[in-house]
């Protein structure tokens, strides 16, 4: 598959998800090597979805995520387990769905223009191994049709 993606501009979050997941899997199609599957994946749903900041957090200690692959501005290294909307996420094994970022306990403004974001941890043989982090720059932008397409999407992960 060449490393071009067919974007769509118009049409609903759906539809976009929809256009964007097979070419996701395209390119993670026979590679096996986690940091390069994530590092399109960013790519691919920074450019696909139009989001502020898309990008992955993997577990580096017992208590401690470190920045992985990412499209957007530059953003925090480290997050200890338990911080900010990243290590929460981590910490209680669920999405965090987080409308307002400012409004959540302890949320570590990497960048300042993000105000809304969604965190969905990544599983590898029932442990996880680090969080998916997408921000934006809207208030209120993601809902459970984010986490259900960028859950199917982290799936495709061999």
Not at 12 to 21: G, P, Q, R, V
Not at 44 to 63: I, N, T
Not at 79 to 85: A, E, H, L, S, Y
Request: proline share 4%.
């Amino acid at each position: 598959m060449a490393e071009d993606l067919t974007l769509i501009k118009e049409g609903t979050k759906e539809e976009k998800y929809e256009a964007l997941i097979p070419q996701i899997n395209g390119l993670l199609y026979g590679e096996k090597n986690l940091i390069a599957n994530l590092a399109n994946i960013a790519a691919a749903l920074k450019e696909g979805m139009d989001f502020f900041w898309v990008g992955f957090y993997l577990v580096d200690s017992e208590d401690e995520l470190v920045l992985g692959p990412f499209q957007g501005p530059v953003a925090c290294t480290r997050i200890k387990k338990g911080k900010g909307v990243c290590g929460s996420s981590w910490q209680r094994d669920q999405t965090l769905i987080v409308p307002n970022v400012d409004e959540f306990p302890g949320h570590i403004a990497c960048a300042s223009a993000s105000k809304s974001e969604i965190v969905i941890p990544i599983k590898k043989d029932g442990k996880t191994i680090g969080v998916l982090d997408v921000d934006s720059d809207q208030l209120n932008d993601f809902d459970h049709t984010d986490q259900q397409y960028l859950q199917q999407i982290l799936n495709l992960l061999p």
